[in-house]
């Protein structure tokens, strides 16, 4: 083979490869549809204040208002603190540990965005990204009051994120030209 016939054979490969994640998603969104997690109506109540933060937010990235971005940063980590305490107190053996490693992770990931300065506006967008994907898993998972929808979009990697509203709004990409790109899943 030519080199050249290898590097369109690996540009392929790597094309295939990028789907994963989006293969992943459906399959996991297939998986969960049947039957959602029953929580405690305190736990329940938390995690809906914490979606609705998660959207807050949403509208902050997406309009590009960093003083509000940090204002909520803050309280979504309080709110993630919240419910971790009340599911050590009100859930059972299989509810806990699946939202406890979920909270833990979203927890993680908001720390890991405060602890970054302005100047690694690449990582921090990376634990917003990772944020969201919590995010989704939970309204995903269990069964809430509140429910969001959820967004994904294809041409841009690993972004999924929770808002109110049919018409996508990119929050990773909102002055590009994926400011719209979005499908709902749920």
């Not at 405690?40 to 995690?47: D, K, S, T, Y």
């Not at 995010?135 to 429910?147: E, N, P, W």
Request: aromatic share 8%.
């Amino acid at each position: 083979m030519t080199p050249a016939v290898v590097e369109e054979k690996n540009i392929g490969v790597m094309k295939l490869c990028s789907y994963l994640p989006l293969f992943v998603f459906l399959m996991a969104s297939v998986s969960l549809g049947a039957s959602k997690i029953k929580v405690q109506p305190a736990v329940e109540q938390v995690l809906s204040v914490l979606l609705r933060g998660a959207n807050s937010l949403h509208g902050a990235l997406y309009k590009e208002d960093e003083r509000r971005v940090k204002e909520l940063i803050p309280q979504l980590s309080k709110a993630v603190d919240l419910a971790l305490s009340l599911i050590h107190k009100n859930e059972s053996q299989e509810s806990r540990i699946h939202l406890e490693k979920l909270l833990e992770t979203t927890k993680a990931r908001l720390t890991d965005y405060q602890n970054f300065n302005e100047n690694q506006s690449e990582k921090k967008q990376y634990y917003l990204r990772e944020f969201y994907q919590q995010m989704t898993q939970i309204a995903r998972s269990f069964d809430l009051d509140y429910k969001p929808k959820i967004f994904f979009c294809s041409k841009d990697r690993r972004a999924v994120w929770v808002q109110t509203g049919r018409k996508a709004q990119n929050p990773f990409n909102p002055a590009g030209n994926l400011k719209s790109c979005g499908v709902i899943m749920n």
